[in-house]
């Protein structure tokens, strides 16, 4: 919360030094678990993510990570060479670099001024099980990071120390007592948490388990019931297909009333739907996994492109790249339309960035972001679907992914991601959902019903407060069992859950990750209803029109209103950018933002500042940005105007067609409470000023008192 203040802008001014200090401190990392000795010494760096420590504890030699640069990344890949390390990719959406460096080179390089932060190249994860087992999920991310590497890491760990600790105890003629109770202590601490972990993956393996069992007896139970209407309407002479027929459009607006898949009905889509809308032209980014294309999914010829960053183009061995696809766009086709998506006529550009099964980074992220940044144009992505989550938490502020994704945002994609990892200490601090730009959203259960008086809010489901003070998710969705397309059947997803296939080319799946693309299936339905929206107001109209949801501080989606209901304005104002984005040192991004704040606030108090005291020639004009100033805000009668010293401006310096002329509220200007005669004209260089950068006409001449300016 000390950082939500400092971001909020209310600090006095007195105390900005000392709260930049403590933001930095939280916001550049944490001290590392010390393991082997040089690892143990070494400080640690303000702008060095914590994380970064943690992976070093468990390896020598080289870590992966992801290097911000200050202004040259060229510059900052050299010095990352110059200190051992080798770059491995530079990237284009954001000013960093992937790179393995060597463990002892990290201090040196933090400190060179060429390299803002640096960041671990960390996993990332996708942690959809399905159901009951996506909360054993969830209680497996409230074990430390560290000890979650795994049991064996530990007990290597163990290991390390306990063969140190011998070999000090044989040297002991030239090993000092202290060093012996440091070696003892790190043993015992390793050894501790070592059995910690034992300890909490059993018993997680033991609700593992029972929610396996479980889960198998809820599907023999629905299979069961399932069989047994099946059965009914054999005998009834009904010749309906293994997903049921479709009974005769009629032109009620209830056209989809057989409808299969719930979720569209139980969010509005099908209401939607019915007066034309389906996101046609509009196109949804599904970075994941891969997705399957041809025949064999409801897609068709609407995927346009079929990207992969590790080579594998539409080859989706996991399958859940194309179940993400089904729930946001899928149109049923190979179901008589008995399980559509959200958007079922919107294009799909689909994105590989690894497969999950072999370990996915940071890095290969940030390439399939890139391609969707570089390709918005040509495919008309106006969507990005982002269903996986960083295994480290990071403040949005300094973290690559979420610069990434707000490159995203600011260039006209609207970004949906998810979390599951339940209320967990930093459950929603893990980007990119934790981006307070994006729509992060939750899942919530439908009970396979359309009424909405029986849902509820699945456990796994992350909410919370991020560490800058954002209240996350935004929205809930229905994300328990929705029913989408496998592709053909022989998906890991489809192939390793039975109990979860639906006929031979569908799938069950609960998650975050089936939540999300149903709002960025709502996504595209508002942007073919309204292709001009920018994606504040897209999610201000998503977040605004949603239904108040019994459980949880975030609403449920509608997407009926968040098409056709009422304009809900802009979301995201006067939210800080990434820093990673913004090339000012911190201190300045500190400091304009609290003297922003302080005018519209108006605790600046003008009269009370010493005007000729200010070094004019030292203030950087062109740093300026003229239309952030709410100038109506200014108390312009409170400025003792013969008090400034005119001839000490260099009015050269000043870039005026920067100024935008129109912002100001010339009418609130008190004209007659300036000081006309105590301006020193002649000290103004008058052939300085740019007079054609002056947008004249957006000047309110008849709000000048006139006869206030001729009789002064």
């Not at 000092?176 to 050894?191: I, N, P, Q, T, Y």
């Not at 029972?210 to 399932?226: F, G, L, M, N, V």
């Not at 294009?347 to 890139?370: K, M």
């Not at 400034?644 to 005026?656: G, H, V």
């Amino acid at each position: 919360m000390v950082l939500h203040k400092l971001l909020s802008w209310r600090l006095p001014a007195a105390t900005i030094a000392i709260v930049a200090v403590l933001a930095a401190a939280l916001i550049f990392g944490r001290a590392p678990t010390p393991s082997t000795a040089h690892v143990a010494q070494m400080a640690t760096p303000a702008n060095v993510h914590g994380a970064v420590f943690d992976t070093a504890f468990h390896q020598d030699g080289f870590v992966s990570v992801i290097i911000q640069s200050a202004g040259n990344p060229v510059a900052a890949a050299e010095a990352v060479r110059a200190a051992g390390g080798v770059v491995t990719q530079q990237y284009s959406i954001i000013p960093a670099l992937e790179a393995d460096v060597p463990v002892d080179a990290i201090q040196a390089l933090a400190g060179n001024p060429l390299v803002r932060r640096i960041s671990l190249n960390a996993p990332i994860e996708q942690t959809d099980l399905g159901d009951d087992l996506a909360a054993v999920a969830s209680d497996l991310e409230a074990v430390p990071d560290a000890q979650l590497a795994s049991v064996a890491t530990l007990t290597e760990t163990v290991d390390v120390t306990a063969d140190a600790l011998v070999e000090a105890e044989a040297d002991a003629a030239t090993a000092s007592a202290k060093d012996l109770k440091v070696l003892k202590r790190s043993a015992a601490k390793a050894e501790k948490a070592a059995l910690k972990a034992e300890a909490a993956l059993a018993k997680a393996a033991t609700r593992l388990a029972r929610a396996e069992k479980k889960q198998a007896e809820r599907e023999a139970t629905a299979a069961a019931r399932d069989a047994e209407k099946a059965q009914k309407r054999l005998l009834k002479g009904d010749r309906r297909s293994l997903y049921g027929a479709k009974t005769p459009r009629n032109s009620d607006r209830n056209d989809y009333r057989d409808l299969s898949s719930l979720f569209p009905s139980v969010v509005g889509a099908t209401d939607v739907w019915d007066d034309g809308v389906k996101g046609t032209g509009i196109g949804i980014a599904i970075v994941d996994s891969g997705i399957k294309n041809g025949a064999v999914t409801d897609f068709s010829s609407r995927i346009l492109v079929a990207y992969s960053v590790v080579g594998d183009g539409e080859q989706d061995e996991a399958g859940h790249g194309t179940h993400v696809a089904g729930v946001a766009a899928g149109n049923g086709a190979n179901s008589d339309e008995r399980f559509m998506g959200i958007a079922p006529e919107a294009n799909i550009i689909g994105v590989q960035v690894g497969r999950f099964s072999e370990g996915v980074r940071l890095g290969d992220a940030l390439l399939g972001l890139e391609y969707v940044l570089n390709h918005r144009v040509q495919y008309n992505i106006r969507v990005a679907n982002l269903s996986f989550t960083q295994s480290v938490p990071e403040s949005y502020l300094v973290s690559p992914l979420d610069a990434a994704v707000e490159q995203l945002w600011f260039n006209g994609i609207v970004v949906v991601a998810q979390g599951n990892r339940g209320s967990n200490a930093f459950a929603a601090d893990h980007p990119p959902a934790n981006d307070p730009f994006v729509i992060s959203v939750g899942a919530y259960s439908d009970n396979e019903t359309v009424e909405t008086t029986d849902d509820y809010l699945k456990d796994w489901s992350s909410r919370g407060v991020t560490m800058e003070g954002f209240s996350k998710p935004n929205v809930v969705a229905p994300g328990h069992n929705l029913i989408a397309t496998a592709g053909n059947g022989l998906s890991t997803l489809y192939q390793n859950y039975p109990e979860k296939q639906v006929g031979d080319r569908y799938v069950k799946m609960s998650g975050t990750s089936a939540a999300a693309p149903v709002v960025s299936g709502i996504s595209a339905l508002i942007l073919q209803q309204n292709p001009s929206l920018t994606p504040d107001q897209v999610k201000a109209r998503i977040v605004n029109n949603a239904t108040p949801f019994a459980g949880s501080n975030a609403p449920s989606v509608n997407a009926y209103q968040a098409v056709f209901g009422p304009d809900q304005g802009f979301d995201n104002a006067g939210i800080p950018r990434s820093f990673l984005l913004d090339p000012r040192p911190l201190y300045a991004i500190l400091a304009a933002g609290y003297l922003q704040s302080q005018v519209e606030a108006g605790a600046i108090t003008w009269d009370a500042i010493t005007w000729d005291a200010i070094t004019w020639d030292a203030i950087t004009w062109d740093a300026i940005t003229w239309d952030a100033i709410t100038w109506d805000a200014i108390t312009w009668d409170a400025i003792t105007w013969d008090a400034i010293t005119w001839d000490a401006i260099t009015w050269d310096a000043i870039t005026w067609d920067a100024i935008t002329w129109d912002a100001i509220t010339w009418d609130a200007i008190t004209w007659d409470a300036i000081t006309w005669d105590a301006i020193t004209w002649d000290a103004i260089t008058w052939d300085a000023i740019t007079w054609d950068a002056i947008t004249w006409d957006a000047i309110t001449w008849d709000a000048i008192t006139w006869d206030a300016v001729l009789e002064d």
